[in-house]
């Protein structure tokens, strides 16, 4: 098991930005890499960025990227996720999720932590 707790959601207009947090723990939580996805009302949920935990590799989804920025703090087992001009439709509940791989695909991450809200409104 690699419990994950999300933090860092809340309301934001447009422009502006918002930090996630999403902390692991557990011994194994160092060998997986930690991935954002968000869902937003009436969507499917949708990559937004993932880390490896020990290589720094990252990768971004297209919507996202150059916005977004996702980092690690090894010694806080914390990936964080950097949102800067953030726009309505980024208003989703975002989740982070652990999984063995460096990879878009939701299939690919075994676990999941309950997710945040980020609200971009006026």
């Known amino acids: 098991q690699v419990p994950l707790v999300e933090s860092g959601g809340g309301l934001v207009q447009p422009g502006g930005s918002l930090r996630l947090s999403c902390a692991a723990s557990?011994?194994?939580?160092?060998?997986?890499?930690i991935g954002w996805f968000r869902q937003a009302p009436g969507k499917e949920r949708e990559f937004v960025a993932t880390i490896t935990w020990s290589a720094l590799s990252t990768l971004y989804a297209e919507s996202i990227e150059g916005r977004f920025t996702i980092s690690r703090d090894h010694a806080k087992n914390t990936v964080y996720l950097q949102m800067n001009s953030l726009k309505p439709e980024d208003t989703a509940v975002y989740f982070c999720?652990?999984?063995?791989?460096?990879?878009?695909?939701?299939?690919?991450?075994?676990?999941w932590g309950q997710g945040t809200q980020v609200t971009v409104s006026s």
């Open positions: 999720a652990a999984g063995f791989h460096l990879s878009g695909s939701q299939g690919e991450y075994d676990y």
């Open positions: 557990g011994r194994t939580a160092r060998d997986y890499a």
